[in-house]
């Protein structure tokens, strides 16, 4: 079983998720927070909830 998570910014291809990340946050400075709230899915942060801004 491979499993090969692709860059959605280029075309390198890695066997796991940290390698990806650690890719993205290094090679295409993305914010690594960012990629935590994608993985997770927006159910997580749901816009109504009354938490202070
Ligand atoms: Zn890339």
């Not at 690594?32 to 909830?49: I, K």
């Amino acid at each position: 079983m491979t499993v090969v998570r692709q860059c959605p910014r280029c075309e390198l291809r890695f066997r796991d998720d940290a390698e990806l990340r650690a890719h993205l946050v290094d090679d295409h400075g993305v914010d690594p927070e960012s990629l935590e709230h994608r993985y997770r899915g927006d159910a997580d942060d749901p816009p109504s909830s009354g938490t202070a801004r």
